[in-house]
């Protein structure tokens, strides 16, 4: 019989606690297993169990798929041979098993081979896991279970040991924790057997959202070289580099600032139209569409390994969690009144509005930073280095918010959790949406408030020529280069999501760590002291959420970047490996823990789709220049093309109506000159209305609302239109469900005809979603399904 080891640790004896009662503790939790004394202070003892229990009933084979389904079925089998995993697979694949509950009093229909091999090693641990959370402790003190001990410092941990003895580890290793295999799927099944069920969804999860942004990533690829191929036929970009055409532009600061050529911004404007052009408002639709499949895709995923992994008439397990006070007492969350819970519920909002100021506080600090380094920057006499002041500026205050934000994330990811400590939700689970709720709350606003600052607010309240708006009564505020603001939001999104994923996600990972060192050199090097001395496992959502920030990246502002979905693509082909490897040699052995889905990050992801179709709307309205364009080619034009559109966007301002001392104090421009330009739709100096907004500015506007709302119509109900085409459930896996159900009710039926052989066969009726049997003798005892549709719960 095969024996799983789970390892309890314990330091040192807390002041007022002597060792004997400790000791004491860990015989009435261990009920029954031997205790060794390996040192001191140091406490291991192992539980063996054996498991007599089994799932299989009997096999039956799948139909084969003849036809042309049936070829098109055999050479995506071919194709995808070289993409999976090592593993050993069933003799036949066709070979299916019939299952359910295991229940001792049907012992003789279930299919038990041999004893050893009953358990996979996740379910194993379970059991350990759970004799160990029930049992009490009655010699010392009242407590249940080893989490009351954890909490209270009795031990310092209790984990599963990694079972390098089986097979599985070691072909883990080399399946799926090797960066030699990135190209392969995962073994989803392995990792469920070693990891559980929990573990085994979010990489299977990974995996999905990994290779659907293929696709998307190859779109943006399209996209960008679409760009790149057709930058020199675009007349807006030729016009703002011709120096023929001498647009001279009203200074970017007073007094110190100089006037300037439009053709100096001629690299930022052909830059911008690389992601700014036609191919970008259909690539947005298609990202729209493409985060429907994703959701769509992973459901039905889903839907296949909870048949697969008995998960599909699994209850949420629902375990109370343990809090602790100052003084290490637990409390009963159940007989807590809202009263009670009031302060933790007032500790908790005002903690969240507090960080949401210093989210805000940080990106004006650094609003600040770019205004005032600008102004300073541009009093240098060398007229070069005035040229590459906004380039300066912006990149130097995208490298300042990405630091804010790694540092910012570690506070809150902390703060989270203090927070949701106070509020002592009733279960684990509660416990584990709560702070997920917080923590992406806080997260996902301080990843994001610096790009839709840049991609919303950046130029929109700093007024014009003669009346512009001023920070501390001397600094202008920013403005948006000619081009407009979307290459900004480029360079924003773009340092901050490769700047998390290289700092954050990955250099942090692969360095670690240092390992904890043994106070004993000259002590046996056990397998429990070599994994005490790996890094504790933290949970599943700091992992959840890299990726849930990265999907909004991938998705709020693709618009703005169409290569998102490369990098993110690339940083998770290394994720996944660099993931795996860590959690089979890095950390110690997480306990299993069975689930059904992958929880509240289903909602996250969805909510984020649904968001991402109206910021992607107002980039593309507001943020971009394709409205305008379109308006200038169909309204204005006198042509009909884009000849022109440069001299239409930029008003005019009189020189004379420069406020006093804000004009430039020299100028390399003739001193005569009365006029310069600046971007806007306004009415001309000599205008009856002058330096007012113009008709075309009201064009343009009622043109970008509308494209806002055809936008978010059309993306909506595209989006649904997919949810609605795709079943969450494949035909192929309703087929074979129906068919079990067939099975397993002739099962049933057979067994109880064996069993009264004297008497007619038993009757049966099938009204509904149950299924009935009954008996000519005793019709008032039918046997019934406890759940609908499935005979099986009443075993």
């Known amino acids: 019989v095969r024996h799983f080891h789970f390892t309890i640790i314990l330091l040192t004896v807390d002041q007022g606690r002597s060792s004997r009662a400790k000791i004491s503790e860990i015989r009435s939790v261990s009920s029954g297993p031997d205790l060794t004394l390996t040192s001191s202070s140091v406490f291991v003892f192992c539980v063996p169990i054996a498991n007599p229990f089994c799932l299989a009933l009997q096999t039956y084979e799948l139909k084969e798929k003849t036809g042309l389904a049936g070829a098109i079925s055999s050479l995506w089998e071919k194709l995808n041979q070289p993409f999976q995993p090592g593993v050993p697979e069933p003799q036949n694949p066709r070979t299916c098993v019939l299952s359910l509950p295991f229940n001792r009093k049907k012992l003789h229909l279930f299919d038990i081979k041999s004893k050893n091999i009953l358990f996979d090693n996740a379910t194993r641990g379970r059991i350990v896991l759970e004799i160990l959370r029930r049992t009490a402790c009655t010699q010392t003190c009242q407590t249940m279970g080893i989490t009351s001990l954890l909490a209270k410092g009795v031990y310092d941990s209790a984990f599963p040991l990694h079972d390098h003895i089986l097979y599985i580890p070691q072909m883990l290793h080399e399946e799926w924790a090797n960066y030699g295999v990135f190209f392969k799927y995962q073994p989803a099944d392995l990792i469920r057997k070693y990891f559980g069920e929990k573990i085994g969804l979010y990489f299977a999860w990974l995996g999905v959202y990994t290779q659907l942004l293929i696709p998307a990533s190859a779109m943006g690829i399209v996209v960008f070289l679409y760009g790149w191929l057709t930058v020199d036929t675009n007349v807006p970009s030729q016009e703002m580099c011709d120096e023929r055409l001498n647009f001279t532009m009203c200074p970017l600061c007073d007094r110190v600032c100089d006037y300037w050529q439009l053709s100096s911004m001629c690299s930022t404007a052909r830059a911008s139209y690389l992601f700014d052009n036609h191919a970008t408002v259909a690539f947005a639709i298609f990202m729209s569409l493409w985060a429907a499949v994703f959701l769509e895709h992973w459901k039905r995923r889903q839907r296949c390994l909870q048949h697969r992994w008995d998960l599909t008439d699994m209850e949420e397990e629902e375990v109370g969690t343990l809090f602790t006070t100052t003084h290490n007492l637990p409390i009963a969350s159940e007989s807590l009144t809202w009263k009670d819970r009031l302060p933790g519920y007032c500790v908790n909002v005002s903690s969240i509005l507090l960080m949401v100021g210093v989210t805000f506080s940080a990106v004006f600090g650094v609003i600040l930073y770019r205004i005032i380094v600008f102004a300073v920057m541009s009093m240098n006499p060398d007229h070069e280095a005035k040229a590459n002041v906004r380039v300066t500026v912006t990149t130097t205050a995208v490298i300042i918010n990405l630091l804010v934000v790694l540092v910012l994330d570690e506070i809150y990811g902390a703060v989270a959790v203090w927070i ?34 840049v991609a919303f607010f950046k130029g929109r309240f700093a007024g014009r020529p003669g009346d512009y708006v001023y920070v501390f009564k001397d600094f202008r505020m920013e403005e948006c280069a000619p081009a407009g603001c979307l290459i900004e939001v480029c360079i924003q999104l773009g340092m901050i999501m490769l700047g998390k994923q290289l700092i954050q996600n990955n250099v942090f990972e692969i360095e670690g760590g240092e390992k904890k060192k043994s106070k004993d050199p000259n002590r046996p090097r056990h397998r429990w002291d070599l994994d ?99 308006v200038y080619q169909y309204l204005y034009s006198d042509t009909g093309t884009m000849h022109g559109f440069t001299d239409h966007t930029l008003a005019y301002f009189n020189t004379s109506n420069f406020k006093p001392g804000t004009a430039p104090n020299s100028t390399r421009f003739d001193r005569e000159l009365r006029i310069c330009r600046y971007k806007d739709y306004r009415d001309p100096p000599w205008s009856p209305e002058s330096y007012q907004l113009s008709k075309q500015y009201w064009s343009v506007l009622a043109a970008r609302l509308a494209f806002v709302i055809f936008f978010q119509n059309l993306a909506m109900f595209l989006s649904m239109l997919v949810a609605w085409l795709i079943p969450d459930v494949p035909r192929s896996l309703k087929e074979r469900v129906k068919r079990e159900k067939v099975l397993l009710l002739d099962l049933l039926l057979s067994e109880e005809a064996e069993k009264q052989p004297d008497t007619q066969h038993p009757r049966v009726s099938i009204s509904g979603q149950s299924r009935v049997l009954l008996h000519p003798s005793d019709s008032s005892q039918p046997f019934t399904s406890s759940v609908p549709g499935n005979p099986v719960n009443s075993l």
């Open 420 to 453: 949701t400590e106070l509020e002592i939700p009733r279960t684990e689970a509660a416990f584990e949406e709560h702070l997920i709720l917080k923590a992406f709350l806080l997260k996902s606003m301080n990843a994001f408030a610096p790009v839709f600052y």
């Open 532 to 630: 005490y001395e790996l890094e504790p496992y933290e949970g599943l959502s700091p992992e959840y959420m890299e990726m849930i920030i990265q999907y909004g990246f991938v998705t709020l502002f693709v618009a703005s970047f169409p290569l998102a979905p490369v990098f993110a693509l690339l940083n998770n082909v290394i994720e996944i490996r660099l993931d795996a490897a860590k959690f089979v040699t890095e950390i110690r052995r997480p306990d299993a823990v069975r689930a059904k889905e992958i929880g509240i990050w289903y909602n996250i992801l969805s909510g984020i789709s649904k968001f991402a179709v109206i910021t992607n709307a107002f980039v593309i309205s507001f943020t971009s220049e394709f409205i305008p364009r379109m």
